[in-house]
């Protein structure tokens, strides 16, 4: 079993920044491909992709978050991270970590608000 802390979450005027981190238990987040998701306000069970790191490093993101947002990750501390840059009232929301493994089943985290409001 795989647990998933994400923390940095916050209140930020547009324009500011924030880096998320996500944290995972047991010696196998390397394995996984890890993305970043975002629940809207309003959008109950609806998470879109905001951004995922695969095991080789490569990187994909959302048209909404290329050129602001950078995905990384730290497989020593188990650590995945979103930093977050030139914030916008449209990404407001809950930000979930998810780790993804083709044979093996997703592990999501508790996920952490993000508010973006002057």
């Known amino acids: 079993q795989v647990q998933l802390v994400e923390s940095g979450g916050g209140l930020v005027p547009p324009g500011g920044s924030l880096r998320l981190s996500c944290v995972a238990s047991?010696?196998?987040?390397?394995?996984?491909?890890m993305g970043w998701y975002r629940q809207a306000p309003g959008k109950q069970r609806q998470r879109e992709l905001v951004a995922v790191i695969r095991t080789d490093g490569s990187t994909n993101y959302a048209d909404s978050s290329k050129g602001r947002f950078t995905i990384s990750r730290d497989n020593a501390k188990n650590t995945g991270y979103l930093q977050m840059n030139s914030l916008k009232l449209e990404d407001t929301g809950v930000y979930y970590c998810?780790?993804?493994?083709?044979?093996?089943?997703?592990?999501w985290g508790q996920g952490t608000q993000v508010t973006v409001s002057s």
């Open positions: 047991g010696r196998i987040f390397s394995i996984y491909d």
């Open positions: 998810n780790l993804h493994h083709p044979s093996l089943v997703d592990y």
